[in-house]
């Protein structure tokens, strides 16, 4: 990173890092606020960013070209988000250089380990069965809501990674948790066929995207806060087709 032009390697920071940031599920406000910053303690004059969901634009004052960054894939990850925050401040402070920054973005783009398919299968079991006992107040059928969510969660994270396609796997989990519900009561397993059907599918509903929207909509960002608020309705009539398709012809 030695041969770096300095104005260079910032903006390429603050462009890292806003991706970093809009990839794993921070609002566009706290994008902006970081990557502004981190142009100003670097020294960027005249620096200007355009962030959307789907790419970011970045330029300085004496720099040629603007740079660019192109989108693709969006999840919820906070401790990237928290990490890059890290980052930030530890550069704000003068505790890590500019070009170290950069090295520990590049690190956290890449090296972040993910928690495992069994971790994240047992961390939805756990939110269905909690929120359906907090929603419902029924615990006699807390058991399924912990089965079905847990089980079905696996199958959105196996049809996301094989078809990459996100409203697909929700359609199609949500459709098997209607499924599975009606089945455990029709057998006489269970009693309460919609508190099932309401816990279980609550490890898919949006609710990152939906808050997320409604702080860009009230920070006054009108291309992002609408976009995200799309995602989420999408998201959420995936889910609720599914689940009236099965009740229907159940």
Known sequence: MANYNPKL??????????????????NMERVNDTMYRIAENAG??????????????????????????????????????????????????????????????????????QLSILTQCLGAAVLSLSLMIVFTGDVRDSWAAFIIGGSCYWLYLYLLWKFKVKYMGEFVSSLLIGVLAILTTKLGWTSN?????????????????????????????????????LEAIITAMAIGCAIVIVLRYA
Not at 9 to 26: F, H, P, T, V, Y
Not at 59 to 65: C, F, G, I, R, V
């Open 9 to 26: 390697l910032a903006m390429n920071c603050s462009l890292l890092a806003g991706q970093l940031l809009i990839e794993n599920g921070a």
């Open 44 to 113: 960027l004059h005249s620096f200007q960013a355009f962030t959307t969901v789907t790419g970011i634009v970045v330029s300085a004052e004496h720099q040629p070209n603007a740079q660019a960054v192109d989108i693709r894939a969006r999840h919820n990850d906070l401790s990237k988000v928290a990490r890059v925050n890290e980052i930030s401040r530890q550069f704000a402070t003068k505790e890590i250089t500019l070009s170290e920054m950069y090295n520990q973005l590049k690190r956290v783009d890449k090296g972040t380990p």
């Open 193 to 229: 066929l919609n508190d099932i059907i309401i816990g279980s599918v609550m490890p898919l509903v949006p609710g990152v995207p939906l808050t997320n929207a409604a702080r860009d909509l009230v920070s006054g960002n009108l291309i992002s806060g609408p976009t995200r608020a």
